[in-house]
């Protein structure tokens, strides 16, 4: 609703936010899939992937649900406020043969200060990317549990001084302010 209030300032007489978000996306998937790279989306759809325009997109871009399609449980919900599944991770057959193991975390799970679960999928590098060699990290330091705290607040304190070093927050209020007065451009939507 705010992206379609948004439009009507701006003077679209009747917006449509997922055709124009689609189509952005859909111009630089071209872009890059025609020099050979292998599209990875991953977006909140707000809407399943029955929706006819979101059902389209996927068709004509030869894209595969990477969560439903690599499990064989059903994927679960991902908006915390009811039981539908918003929040996709898409990609091709070559991006789709590269999973070691994908899934969704639980509600209230990970570090998320949002009202939708966070998505993850494990790719083999070798299979992605065509690599012959891996650096291997030893188990123990890379890998943390919720449980573990920590770890757990290590890590949380390096993303926020990362987060505050890298300026994120105003560079988003900067890209926002930019696609609200320009609307789309090639450096606002990368």
């Known amino acids: 609703m705010r992206e379609w209030a948004m439009l009507r300032e701006e003077g ?12 952005a996306i859909i111009e630089v ?19 399943e ?27 679960p919900r991902t908006y915390q406020r009811s039981g539908r599944r918003l929040d996709y991770m898409l990609g091709d057959p070559h991006i789709k043969t590269a999973i070691n193991k994908s899934g969704s975390l639980g509600s209230g799970d990970g570090v998320s200060l949002s009202d939708h679960t966070l998505q993850y999928v494990d790719f083999d ?3 992605l990317f065509g690599a012959t060699e891996t650096v291997p990290h030893a188990t123990y330091e890379s890998e943390f549990k919720l449980k573990d705290v ?21 560079r988003v ?8 007065d320009r609307g789309p451009t090639p450096a606002n939507i990368q």
């Not at 025609?34 to 599209?39: I, K, L, S």
């Not at 209020?173 to 609200?180: F, G, N, P, R, V």
């Open 125 to 127: 590098c070798k299979k």
């Open 49 to 75: 992937l029955d929706d006819t325009q979101m059902a389209d997109f996927i068709r004509e871009h030869d894209l595969c649900d990477l969560i439903a399609t690599t499990n064989e449980e059903s994927a």
């Open 150 to 170: 920590k770890k757990k607040n290590k890590f949380l304190k390096e993303l926020h001084r990362i987060y505050e070093h890298q300026n994120i927050s105003e």
């Open 29 to 47: 998937l071209t872009e890059w899939m025609n020099r050979g790279y292998h599209p990875l989306v991953m977006m909140d759809a707000n809407s």
């Open 12 to 23: 679209h007489q009747n917006p449509n936010p997922r055709a124009l978000i689609l189509g």
């Open 173 to 180: 209020d900067e890209l926002a302010t930019a696609l609200k």
